[in-house]
């Protein structure tokens, strides 16, 4: 089994800034398309940022200029910069792989659709 695990969160007071992490629990073999979305209080969770296993990136129009998405592809890990950080931007923010293929020793395993426990942003005004 593998999972994705999320590190980086906390609080922060408005203006500041965050680097969120995100890993695969054990190594893999490929992975597609990731992303990170985020979920506040009473709200639909939401895309923030995406990246390609090409390292196309795409953001919401809210987080653009202020957000950055990476990958390290060697490390199997995303990352999202977080700059000049608002009230709104606080959520759980969890990572999403579309689809990713590990080795279990004896045999290929695909795994579409894995999602990260979430890590808590809370921005302070």
């Known amino acids: 089994q593998v999972q994705l695990v999320e590190s980086g969160g906390g609080l922060v007071q408005t203006g500041g800034s965050l680097r969120l992490s995100c890993a695969t629990s054990?190594?893999?073999?490929?992975?597609?398309?990731m992303g990170w979305y985020r979920q506040a209080p009473g709200k639909q969770r939401e895309l923030v940022a995406a990246?390609?296993?090409?390292?196309?990136?795409n953001y919401a129009d809210s987080v653009k200029g202020r957000f950055t998405i990476s990958r390290d592809n060697a490390k199997n890990t995303i990352y999202l910069q977080m700059n000049s950080l608002k009230a709104e931007d606080t959520a759980v923010y969890y990572c999403y792989a579309d689809w990713l293929r590990y080795s279990n020793g004896l045999s290929y395993r695909r795994v579409n659709d894995l999602w990260g426990q979430g890590t808590q942003v809370t921005v302070s005004s």
């Open positions: 990246i390609t296993s090409g390292g196309h990136t």
């Open positions: 054990r190594r893999i073999i490929s992975i597609n398309d």
